[in-house]
């Protein structure tokens, strides 16, 4: 079992930044394929990006250029940096992780204001 435990939402203008963790329970964090989702009001909830255990990532077209995924393994940790946060950035944005079995977070919530 692995627990997921999101942080680092919050309000910011457009233009600002923010960075989220995840942190994980266990120490085999390092076989899991890691990703954050996001998820507005009234829509699905959609792939934002992914950070493979051998480290290939994918970034989603909308974030391309602005967000960073990352991860330290020795902290147990998935990071996402997010540059240049647009309104349409809003949503609450979900852990997952990925190893025989899918792990969900709680989600933390990113407020972008025009």
């Known amino acids: 079992q692995v627990q997921l435990v999101e942080s680092g939402g919050d309000l910011v203008q457009a233009g600002g930044s923010l960075r989220l963790s995840c942190a994980a329970s266990g120490s085999a964090f390092a076989i899991y394929d890691m990703a954050w989702y996001r998820q507005a009001p009234g829509k699905q909830r959609e792939l934002v990006a992914t950070i493979t255990r051998g480290t290939v990532i994918y970034y989603a077209d909308s974030v391309k250029g602005r967000f960073t995924i990352s991860r330290d393994n020795a902290k147990n940790t998935v990071y996402l940096q997010m540059n240049s946060l647009r309104p349409e950035d809003t949503a609450v944005y979900y852990c997952?992780?990925?190893?025989?079995?899918?792990?969900w977070g709680q989600g933390t919530q990113v407020t972008v204001s025009s």
């Open positions: 997952n992780a990925q190893f025989l079995q899918v792990y």
